[in-house]
């Protein structure tokens, strides 16, 4: 019972955030825009720790999830304001992966998940906090895999 209560939690915020990029896309006054992707980058984390939690009590990781389902493929760092220790003290601290590290346009990508799992069509990059602090997500919905 507790696995369906977590994972109907999960989906009906990643429908929130689904929801709210989409408003996001249409406002045209910055200020008000951010406010909406700062928030949607609040909702991606709490997606982020519900699948966490989901996926520590047994539900198989290639499991895709309803359609709406956002998972987090990468978390970026800006590299004008962070440094790969500081990045990797922050990815520690909020337990998420912070092995390997790419080094690309401006930002430090560490990978959550490999990124053959995802619809290619889907990744959206979230900014995670305020803009000032430099650290996005970009999150996706898993790949659907036919079963034979």
């Known amino acids: 019972m507790r696995?369906?209560?977590l994972t109907?939690?999960?989906d009906v915020v990643s429908q929130t955030l689904e929801k709210?990029?989409?408003?996001?896309?249409q406002i045209e006054n910055t200020k008000t825009?951010?406010?909406y992707l700062r928030a949607a980058g609040h909702i991606a984390e709490a997606i982020d720790v519900l699948h966490s939690v989901t996926e520590s009590q047994g539900n198989p990781p290639n499991n895709p999830g309803p359609r709406g389902t956002?998972?987090?493929?990468s978390i970026l760092f800006d590299r004008g304001k962070w440094?790969?220790?500081?990045?990797?003290?922050?990815?520690?601290?909020?337990?998420k992966r912070y092995g390997k590290l790419e080094?690309?346009?401006?930002?430090l990508h560490f990978r959550q998940r490999d990124p053959s799992r995802f619809d290619s069509s889907s990744f959206k990059t979230v900014t995670i906090g305020d803009e000032s602090d430099g650290v996005k997500m970009v999150m996706g919905h898993y790949r659907v895999v036919p079963q034979a």
């Open 3 to 5: 696995d369906a209560n």
């Open 8 to 10: 109907s939690a999960r």
């Open 20 to 25: 709210l990029l989409g408003i996001a896309d």
């Open 33 to 35: 825009r951010m406010l």
């Open 70 to 73: 956002l998972h987090t493929q």
């Open 83 to 95: 440094t790969p220790i500081k990045a990797r003290k922050w990815l520690k601290e909020h337990k």
């Open 103 to 107: 080094v690309k346009e401006g930002f």
